[in-house]
């Protein structure tokens, strides 16, 4: 619950006058209440006197009628013909309605602002945790992303933020109103008699507890039925983006049993927690109606020893029932905060997260930048972290003790078996990890010494697995650069002969490519990732593979682009094809972490080491790199 009120504290201005509308709107309430019990017994029954200054005692009603009467003379309204009582005992009816319509509108104009206020705090608090959860992604380190499914992260943005949502805009409104409305109506019994008030409050605090336990399961069970539905919204996501593999492996049915299997784990939480819920209420009922049966049984000795007649006791039940009413809803308001009180966690996760590539605090310039004159590699030895904290001393080295140095101009080309740590290596550079032992230096410089968008600035990467956005194809070419000419995008796509097939479509550069470029071949999504490296014009290139899924024709042409574009750059290969590794000016092969062989092409293969067993095995058309 304190993370919960954590939330509002930034909007405490704009909550306090929601608060103040909506204690208004309860006590503009009671007041309706009084007015309109006091008009319906002074017009049904004959103890209007008793009622009436059972009522004045109360609201001070007799000086407003009077005061009323009066005005509505002096505007020329009869008000003896519209109103005139048939027994001189009872009270004009008109002031009193009148009276009840303007307390109604003042209610109503109370609940209006209260509601709107809590509605429009909802929905800041909804967009502000959306926008600060964000943020803190993008702040964080691939190490993040390798302990969450993409699809979890959305469900916690997205449905976990709508139950916090609900909760402020909705259910936290109600829980102020009708608290409200339980104080002054506790006021109101205690006025009317203080002595049943104080039996019928005895028996109160028995209602506290399974409010507390009903609370406690809930958020428990909020929990658990959120957790499954990140899971199945995760498993959808990966079965959506594969469908084609799905069918071509005939997998339909395996994962529509998978996904049943998530949905009901889900729903098997989801219903204890409905379960939970339903049963406040009609729990909280049998707590209340043993309550009023015993106030009701002392209340008939109060009534034999002639402290209150009985049209006073009715008047007092209708207050306790108005005073009962609230709690049962607050009961139900209740229940639905827990449930945002109980994802509250799984969102505090991500905003807690420790930071493991923090910026410097002193970030220094690279020197002579944007030239990179040299890149050195000081005994890198990485391993992954568990949970952003320190690293795990159990975990296995990825990279252990690498250190090389390349300059200016220089192409190194990676070399080695899947999961040798060609990959990770080529992700430390930009500080998408950070080097657990040893040292990443750029012109003299430790990049942990740079700010993170100087460092990132160097690189342009263009990687294996194409990343593209659902935009036209000029903003995913001119990604991270919005101001750049259409000429220079053009001459981009050109030199990673793009260009062409790009003309061809029906919008040409405005064409919007779909989510991850379904839109388009293999081949010219990756196009398209190299012309967006072209176009950054990076001092130094990361290139993952950057032709692996163009056609000989094609790679050919890129390759020929590609390499103009390397001139005088610094460029770091993670290579699998034989082509790409002869132009390298050095080669490092890579096994279980560790650098084992390096040299350039002709001078590995004469070592008869690693590196000719793996050009080997490519040649017999077994990919090995």
């Keep these: 619950m304190k993370k919960l009120i954590a939330l509002l504290i930034p909007y405490r201005g704009i909550f306090f006058l929601a608060v103040a509308a909506l204690v208004l709107g309860a006590v503009a309430n009671s007041a309706l209440t009084g007015l309109v019990s006091s008009l319906m017994n002074n017009v049904m029954t004959e103890q209007a006197g008793t009622v009436e200054s059972q009522a004045d005692k109360m609201f001070g009603y007799r000086e407003r009628m009077e005061d009323i009467e009066q005005a509505l003379k002096g505007i020329g309204i009869p008000l003896d013909q519209l109103g005139?009582?048939?027994?001189?005992?009872?009270?004009?009816p008109i002031p009193w309605s009148i009276m009840a319509i303007l307390v109604f509108l003042t209610q109503a104009f109370f609940n209006y602002l209260g509601t709107y206020t809590m509605g429009r705090i909802g929905l800041m608090v909804v967009v502000g945790l959306r926008q600060d959860l964000t943020e803190k992604m993008m702040a964080l380190s691939m190490n993040f992303f390798k302990h969450y499914s993409t699809g979890d992260l959305i469900a916690r943005v997205n449905t976990d933020v709508l139950r916090v949502q609900q909760a402020i805009s909705v259910k936290a409104g109600e829980m102020i109103k009708e608290s409200a409305n339980v104080v002054v109506f506790v006021i109101v019994v205690f006025a009317l008699n203080w002595k049943l008030s104080t039996t019928l409050f005895v028996l109160v605090p028995l209602v506290g507890l399974p409010v507390s336990i009903f609370s406690r399961k809930i958020r428990k069970y909020s929990r658990q039925s959120q957790s499954y539905l990140g899971h199945l919204t995760a498993h959808l996501k990966e079965v959506l983006v594969g469908v084609q593999i799905v069918k071509g492996f005939r997998r339909e049915a395996f994962e529509a049993g998978k996904l049943r299997e998530l949905n009901q784990k889900f729903l098997k939480y989801a219903l204890r927690e409905l379960r939970i819920m339903a049963v406040t209420t009609p729990v909280m009922g049998l707590i209340g109606m043993a309550v009023v049966v015993s106030f009701v049984c002392y209340g008939s000795f109060i009534i034999q020893s002639g402290e209150m007649n009985q049209g006073d006791f009715l008047f007092y039940l209708l207050c306790v029932y108005q005073l009962y009413q609230?709690?049962?809803?607050?009961?139900r308001a209740n229940s639905d905060i827990q449930q945002a009180v109980g994802v509250l966690p799984r969102l505090d996760e991500i905003l807690q997260w420790n930071n493991d590539i923090p910026e410097p605090a002193r970030p220094r310039p690279v020197p002579n930048a944007p030239v990179v004159s040299s890149i050195r590699f000081e005994d890198v030895s990485f391993r992954y972290s568990d949970s952003g904290e320190e690293e795990n001393e159990d975990r296995a080295w990825v990279l252990d003790e690498v250190a090389f140095e390349v300059g200016r101009g220089r192409v190194i080309a990676l070399v080695g078996a899947s999961?040798?740590?060609k990959s990770t290596l080529a992700k430390l550079l930009p500080r998408f990890y950070d080097v657990s032992r040893g040292?990443?230096?750029?012109?003299?410089?430790?990049?942990?010494?740079?700010?993170?968008?100087?460092?990132?600035?160097?690189?342009a990467l263009v990687t294996q697995d194409t990343v593209l956005f659902d935009d036209s194809i000029h903003n995913n070419i001119a990604y991270g650069m919005p101001d750049v000419p259409r000429e220079d995008v053009i001459a981009a796509a050109r030199k990673a002969f793009a260009h062409e097939f790009i003309e061809r479509l029906p919008e040409g550069y405005e064409t919007v490519i779909g989510e991850s470029g379904s839109r388009l071949s293999g081949g010219q999504r990756q196009r398209i990732s190299i012309a967006r490296a072209i176009l950054k014009d990076a001092p130094v290139l990361i290139l993952?593979?950057?032709?692996?899924?163009?056609?000989?024709?094609?790679?050919?042409e890129v390759q020929q682009a590609l390499d103009a574009l390397m001139d005088e750059r610094t460029t770091l290969v993670i290579a699998h094809r034989l082509s790409t590794i002869r132009k390298a000016d050095q080669i490092l092969v890579l096994d279980?972490?560790?650098?084992?062989?390096?040299?350039?092409?002709?001078?590995l293969l004469a070592e008869n080491g690693l590196y000719r067993k793996l050009i080997q095995l490519q040649e017999e058309g077994r990919d090995a790199l």
């Design 592 to 603: 279980e972490g560790r650098v084992v062989e390096r040299g350039n092409h002709a001078a």
């Design 326 to 331: 609230p709690i049962k809803r607050m009961a």
């Design 419 to 421: 999961g040798s740590g």
């Design 544 to 556: 993952d593979e950057a032709t692996s899924a163009l056609d000989t024709e094609s790679e050919r």
């Design 439 to 459: 040292a990443i230096v750029i012109n003299g410089v430790d990049i942990r010494d740079v700010s993170k968008s100087d460092l990132r600035a160097l690189f």
């Design 84 to 92: 005139k009582a048939k027994d001189e005992a009872l009270v004009n």
